[in-house]
């Protein structure tokens, strides 16, 4: 979906220009990545300090051989000696935890709450599957019936809906990405100031989020049945909104 590209922003060509959730990821991931920077190199100024931390150490230690056991001798594990490797680590544990769970997740309801759009079962075959010629007739006859025949019933699509709506929605002590700052980091005053900067430049994605949901040249965010690309937008109000990226994955 992308090619590196160091001329290009974030130093990514996108093979599809006009792709949401990349443009915004993008952004997303680069805030996070400068937040983890600023803060790993100032617990660690001298490179060598990484690979010497003993407790930092088991926790990579752990995180491959325990938390991912299946997958401990694989040979792609990146390797935990300078600040720049714990930079990358973090970075992609947030992203994975923040923004890209929030990307597949709270749209789930507005996606599939309407069961027409996305079912979960078909209880019959589609009517050219070998059907009697009576089958063929009736469908004829009344297609609508044979595509309700066909569509879950309705307490296979409420139960699919209520467990939709229970997945998509924010509760009301949900903490966004960005928003609350722990009181060691306040009691810092240069993780303070980096934390500072992160929380704006959080405030200022949901600004060039809504700016490009208002561009009618993009044609997957903007134009007639076309729902504004907003599942990446930082902060959110509780409920199903569409919208919100939390610190963390709680289920």
Avoid at 61 to 88: N, Q, S, Y
């Amino acid at each position: 979906m992308a090619v590196e590209d160091p001329s290009a922003p974030h130093g990514l060509r996108l093979t599809i220009e006009d792709y949401p959730f990349a443009n915004d990821g993008l952004i997303l991931w680069d805030n996070i990545k400068q937040w983890v920077t600023d803060y790993v190199n100032h617990y660690y100024p001298k490179r060598k300090t990484v690979e010497s931390d003993e407790e930092l150490q088991a926790w990579w230690t752990e995180i491959r051989t325990v938390g991912h056991a299946d997958k401990k001798d694989e040979p792609w594990w990146p390797v935990l000696k300078i600040p720049e490797d714990l930079i990358e680590i973090l970075t992609i544990i947030i992203w994975v935890t923040s923004g890209h769970h929030a990307a597949v997740n709270f749209g789930q309801y507005t996606y599939g709450g309407y069961f027409p759009n996305r079912p979960t079962i078909a209880r019959t075959n589609m009517p050219t599957e070998d059907p009697s010629e009576e089958e063929w007739k009736a469908f004829l006859r009344k297609p609508e019936r044979a595509l309700l025949n066909c569509f879950p019933s309705q307490l296979q699509a409420t139960r699919v809906m209520a467990v939709l709506d229970i997945l998509s929605t924010h509760s009301p002590d949900e903490e966004y990405i960005g928003e609350k700052m722990e009181p060691s980091w306040a009691n810092d005053p240069v993780i303070r100031a980096a934390f500072e900067r992160f929380s704006g430049r959080m405030k200022q994605l949901e600004g060039i989020i809504d700016e490009r949901n208002e561009d009618t040249n993009l044609k997957n965010r903007n134009g007639a049945g076309v729902v504004p690309y907003e599942l990446l937008k930082p902060f959110s109000k509780p409920g199903v909104t569409g919208m919100g990226v939390p610190c963390s994955i709680s289920i």
